[in-house]
């Protein structure tokens, strides 16, 4: 029986949302396939669990990965896809798997699909569609090689109900083989607070705030507020407004939050690329012809040197 | 050392484009090309890598016939000393890495920087699946690199802002990131100069290697469904503000 393999992430044991996403998505798919659903954990997090959303199994590979080591991301993957059988493999588009899935997809001589925003199944391929050309063109890919390989964006499908099920566990051991480069050390970013990339709410700023004060200001105090996460158009960062880490856009971090704030942001292309698939959003801009009040929920036309701390005013109260 | 940068030609990031009839592929008409944007910082690392260390550089592209035009003024004329087109339409992203890893290893590259990803598909899989072809080691999102003899130490982005410190060996692939370096243009004589250069083009046969068919399908293309028109919100900054914040909390319910 062919079968639907997920790669469930965990920090320090904590599963991702993504597991449990990617796990009620396969569920889905593998009915209609005639498919089996199985987990794979890297490292040390409760495998069993993952059975509450729909894995029938779950594989386990014991070591240390917290630290992404490609060599032994890769070799443990390869061992447990054989193991399995797997022919569909699905993980998040996190760093470590849009760095390794390539290279298994070329191991197995299959095929990948990456940064997929939807699944679904025709003639019995896998079917994901995706943004290409800065998002401004969504495509299908069909998969037709296997097996294949897809990351999924964030916050791509709901998570399931828990129904409480436990996987049966299987351990599987792998060989190094594949070269890889040691890591020396890692570098926190230089910005502290909620983690734009993930946060459920972000308010982000454009070259007008004017400087990094204005930005600190008005910006980052809302985020403060608001309990969001702050981020900034590439030409805020390139003017020192912010650092490089929110920046947010094609060349930046790639964001899906229920709200985002664009202040003082036009909403070029390249701007839209990351964020376009937030599910509400508001936009401040004095320039009733800028291009984000056409992909805006709310909108108000007017200057943000106003709006904002207006707005700042009322979340506070 | 012997290096290869792999680059393709993309549309220009700005040009509008629209989908042709078959729904699976892009009108190219009237559209402008360069080289894909990260795959410049490919070709400025080698040629500074070169400039440092000394080694031959070459440049490999799959297909599209407007390359020779475009390496020609840029990587040829800026101290790439060769470049190789392999006349073949591959159909996924593991046929493009099967063609240029034969040329890569027919060439006896030790070192093969090519952007993280293309601008176009976006798909971030051709250099880490010539890394794997190829046997190699491979750093992804390559921000600051520097050379030590046949060692490396490259500073790698991952997500949410962090960055991490790599060490690592040649041979090996880097994919380059947006910060690595600052692209420079070619000045006219150069680009003169760069005529007589050797821009080979070849089969698959000739470099030993076929692309493959029928992994994948490509098709439904379409720009992403326009969202609902939106409601602009009206009066001064503070009844606006109050007014957002009451349809944050009560119509959309993300309050």
Not at chain 1, 86 to 92: G, Q, R, S
Not at chain 1, 141 to 155: E, I, Q
Not at chain 1, 290 to 308: K, M, N, R
């Amino acid at each position: 029986m062919s079968g639907i393999l997920v790669v469930a992430e965990h920090t320090g044991g904590a599963f991702s949302k993504s597991a449990a996403e990617l796990l009620g998505k396969a569920t889905e798919l593998a009915a209609v396939l005639g498919s089996s659903v199985s987990a794979v954990v890297l490292g040390d997090a409760d495998a069993a669990s993952l059975g509450s959303f729909g894995a029938t199994k779950a594989y386990t590979v014991a070591g240390d990965f917290s630290t992404y080591d490609a060599g032994a991301t890769i070799d443990a993957l390869a061992a447990v896809i054989e193991a399995s059988g797997a022919d569909i493999v699905l993980a998040p588009a996190s760093y470590a798997f849009r760095d390794a899935l390539p290279r298994l997809t070329a191991r197995f001589d299959g095929a990948m699909a990456s940064d997929c925003q939807e699944l679904s199944v025709a003639s019995g391929n896998l079917v994901a569609r995706r943004p290409t050309f800065a998002g401004s063109i969504e495509a299908d890919v069909t998969l037709v090689a296997r097996p294949a390989f897809a990351t999924v964006r964030n916050n791509a499908f709901p998570a399931p109900a828990g129904s409480g099920g436990a996987a049966a566990v299987e351990a599987v051991s792998f060989e190094r083989t594949t070269p890889t480069v040691e890591v020396v050390e890692t570098l926190a970013p230089d910005t502290s607070g909620i983690d734009v990339g993930t946060a459920d709410k972000v308010v982000a700023g454009g070259r007008s705030l004017g400087s990094k004060e204005k930005f600190d200001g008005l910006i980052r105090n809302l985020g403060e507020v608001m309990g969001a996460g702050v981020g900034a158009s590439r030409a805020a960062t390139d003017a020192g407004y912010a650092p490089h880490a929110e920046q947010i856009g094609q060349t930046g971090q790639v964001v899906s939050p229920s709200l985002y704030l664009a202040i003082g942001i036009s909403g070029a292309i390249q701007h839209l690329a990351g964020m376009r698939t937030s599910k509400v959003i508001v936009a401040v801009n004095k320039d009733p012809d800028a291009p984000i009040f056409e992909h805006a929920s709310y909108g108000i036309v007017a200057d943000l040197f106003e709006v904002v701390p207006a707005l700042t005013e009322e979340l506070r109260g | 050392m012997k290096i290869g940068v792999c680059a393709k030609v993309a549309p220009d990031p700005n040009a509008r484009l629209k989908v042709a009839g078959d729904g699976a592929s892009i009108v190219m008409d009237g559209v402008k090309t360069k080289l894909a944007d990260y795959d410049e910082y490919a070709v400025e690392e080698a040629i500074r890598t070169k400039e440092a260390h000394g080694g031959e550089i070459c440049v490999y592209t799959v297909g599209d016939k407007k390359a020779e035009k475009l390496v020609r003024g840029g990587a040829l004329a800026l101290g790439v000393d060769k470049a190789v087109l392999i006349q073949e339409e591959p159909t996924d992203p593991l046929g493009v890495a099967k063609l240029l890893a034969a040329a890569i290893k027919n060439d006896e590259c030790n070192l093969v920087f090519t952007g993280k990803s293309s601008t176009d598909e976006q798909n971030f899989q051709v250099g880490v699946m010539i890394a794997e072809l190829l046997g190699w080691a491979h750093v992804t999102q390559v921000t600051q690199l520097s050379f030590e003899g046949d060692t490396f130490t490259a500073t790698r982005n991952l997500d949410a802002g962090v960055r991490q410190v790599v060490k690592g060996s040649l041979p090996a692939v880097i994919t380059c990131e947006d910060g690595l370096n600052t692209v420079r243009y070619a000045k006219l004589p150069a680009i003169m100069k760069a005529k007589k250069k050797p821009f080979d083009k070849v089969a698959g046969a000739d470099v030993g290697a076929e692309a493959g068919d029928g992994r994948r399908t490509v098709g439904n293309m379409s720009p992403p469904p326009p969202r609902p028109a939106g409601k602009i919100i009206e009066g001064d900054a503070a009844t606006a503000a109050k007014e957002l914040v009451r349809l944050l909390r009560e119509e959309a319910k993300v309050l």
